[in-house]
């Protein structure tokens, strides 16, 4: 039977950087006799000019039936001066919220070929390769009430987190560091902050589960400075929703580019939703030189961790790797001594060195 993959290209270079993505599954899907059946979507700004909402309910119904979802990004320039609940973002949130997607995993592995790309020294970053586990349904981005209030005058964001919220975070943390060095870091503001205090309680309690798993806490302020100049330290970090979207931006700096950083969202036994790390990047929209790598890979994350497709999922980083190392850059990357290529031409080579 057919894998039915829905895609949500949203805005600016998602639109571009997905199809680069179904290329590269159709390569699979000749190479290994897999089925896989599309079907687009839209969401974020393109969903607003076209059904008035950032989160059409087809969209929904339609990932809520499907077996995995692709999506690219969305925002841009277009809808900055929105009202809030008319905002591309709502669309994200609410396709997390709506599919339950509680954990995002964000690999962060150096590329040899690519140490040049980073502002970080060679010699920090060589072997850097780890896992953040960023908590994303729930604290400060969902927490109610959120708004302005005395006229303008004053604020309130509200960040909540509920027992089974952190456990459920927490377990996959520590699952998915026993599929690796068995190493995990636990980021929080314990010396500050309440819901944080809850968090350190609950992944002490865990610890006991899972005794082949070394643990620490580090402050989430800490966790900036050591993931930038000690990055080799880590294997599997685990946070709340806003502290791992600030760590996982700034662990790209790993890799040279946000072009470059897949993830995963995942719901208990739902579906997977699987998009790269950066934004629909309108500086570089419709010149068809964004990086696609980052989709790249999300797509391969979908294939082992959907449909247990390992085999096909290496296949694709193997290409990857194989690319990067003939010198082959898009324009993020590109340090005058590789050939500069644009997205198309990215795309194709993964396609051909799969075939
Ligand atoms: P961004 O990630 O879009 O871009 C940041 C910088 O990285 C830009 O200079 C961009 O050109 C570059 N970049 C990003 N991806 C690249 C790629 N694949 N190849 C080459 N260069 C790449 O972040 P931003 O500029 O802060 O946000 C732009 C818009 O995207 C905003 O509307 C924001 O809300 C939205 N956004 C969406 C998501 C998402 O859909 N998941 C995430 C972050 C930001």
Same mark, same amino acid.
Request: proline share 5%.
């Given at each position: 039977m057919a894998n039915k993959i829905v895609l949500l290209p949203g805005d600016g270079i998602g639109a571009e950087v997905i199809y680069a993505a179904k290329d590269v599954l159709e390569a699979i899907s000749k190479k290994f006799g897999k089925e896989f059946e599309f079907s687009s979507h839209d969401i974020g700004g393109i969903a607003i000019d076209n059904h008035g909402t950032p989160l059409p309910d087809e969209t929904v119904e339609a990932c809520k039936k499907a077996d995995a979802v692709l999506l690219g990004a969305v925002g841009g320039p277009k809808w900055d001066n929105n009202p809030s609940d008319l905002r591309p973002e709502r669309g994200l949130l609410g396709i997390r919220k709506a599919l339950d997607l509680y954990a995002n995993l964000r690999p962060v592995k150096g590329f040899d070929k690519l /140490?040049?790309?980073?502002? /970080?020294r060679p010699d920090i970053i060589n072997g850097s390769d780890l896992l953040i586990v960023r908590e994303l349904t729930g604290g400060l981005y969902f927490g109610r009430p959120s708004e302005r209030q005395d006229n303008g005058n004053a604020v309130v964001d509200t960040l909540t987190y509920t027992r089974k919220e952190i456990e459920r975070i927490v377990d996959k943390a520590f699952q998915s560091a026993q599929l690796r060095k068995k190493h995990l870091t636990s980021v929080d503001k314990a010396n500050v902050l309440e819901s944080s205090k809850l968090w350190r309680e609950i992944v002490e309690e865990k610890k006991a589960q899972y005794p082949d798993v070394t643990v620490e806490h580090v402050l989430v302020d800490a966790a900036a400075m050591k993931l930038i100049t000690n990055p080799t330290q880590f294997d599997v970090i685990v946070t709340e929703n806003m502290f791992g979207d600030i760590l996982s931006d700034e662990a790209s700096v790993l890799t040279g580019s946000l072009g470059m950083l897949p993830s995963a969202s995942l719901a208990e036994d739902g579906v997977g939703l699987y998009e790269p790390a950066h934004g629909s990047a309108p500086d570089i929209a419709g010149k068809g030189i964004a990086n696609p790598i980052a989709m790249i890979l999300s797509a391969a994350m979908m294939l082992r961790y959907s449909f247990q497709m390992n085999e096909e999922a290496q296949t694709i980083e193997d290409a990857v790797e194989q690319v990067l190392n003939q010198n082959y850059h898009t324009a993020d990357l590109y340090n005058k001594n590789g050939e500069l290529v644009n997205t198309n031409e990215m795309t194709q080579l993964i396609v051909e060195t799969i075939e």
């Amino acid at each position: 039977m057919a894998n039915k993959i829905v895609l949500l290209p949203g805005d600016g270079i998602g639109a571009e950087v997905i199809y680069a993505a179904k290329d590269v599954l159709e390569a699979i899907s000749k190479k290994f006799g897999k089925e896989f059946e599309f079907s687009s979507h839209d969401i974020g700004g393109i969903a607003i000019d076209n059904h008035g909402t950032p989160l059409p309910d087809e969209t929904v119904e339609a990932c809520k039936k499907a077996d995995a979802v692709l999506l690219g990004a969305v925002g841009g320039p277009k809808w900055d001066n929105n009202p809030s609940d008319l905002r591309p973002e709502r669309g994200l949130l609410g396709i997390r919220k709506a599919l339950d997607l509680y954990a995002n995993l964000r690999p962060v592995k150096g590329f040899d070929k690519l /140490l040049h790309a980073s502002p /970080l020294r060679p010699d920090i970053i060589n072997g850097s390769d780890l896992l953040i586990v960023r908590e994303l349904t729930g604290g400060l981005y969902f927490g109610r009430p959120s708004e302005r209030q005395d006229n303008g005058n004053a604020v309130v964001d509200t960040l909540t987190y509920t027992r089974k919220e952190i456990e459920r975070i927490v377990d996959k943390a520590f699952q998915s560091a026993q599929l690796r060095k068995k190493h995990l870091t636990s980021v929080d503001k314990a010396n500050v902050l309440e819901s944080s205090k809850l968090w350190r309680e609950i992944v002490e309690e865990k610890k006991a589960q899972y005794p082949d798993v070394t643990v620490e806490h580090v402050l989430v302020d800490a966790a900036a400075m050591k993931l930038i100049t000690n990055p080799t330290q880590f294997d599997v970090i685990v946070t709340e929703n806003m502290f791992g979207d600030i760590l996982s931006d700034e662990a790209s700096v790993l890799t040279g580019s946000l072009g470059m950083l897949p993830s995963a969202s995942l719901a208990e036994d739902g579906v997977g939703l699987y998009e790269p790390a950066h934004g629909s990047a309108p500086d570089i929209a419709g010149k068809g030189i964004a990086n696609p790598i980052a989709m790249i890979l999300s797509a391969a994350m979908m294939l082992r961790y959907s449909f247990q497709m390992n085999e096909e999922a290496q296949t694709i980083e193997d290409a990857v790797e194989q690319v990067l190392n003939q010198n082959y850059h898009t324009a993020d990357l590109y340090n005058k001594n590789g050939e500069l290529v644009n997205t198309n031409e990215m795309t194709q080579l993964i396609v051909e060195t799969i075939e």
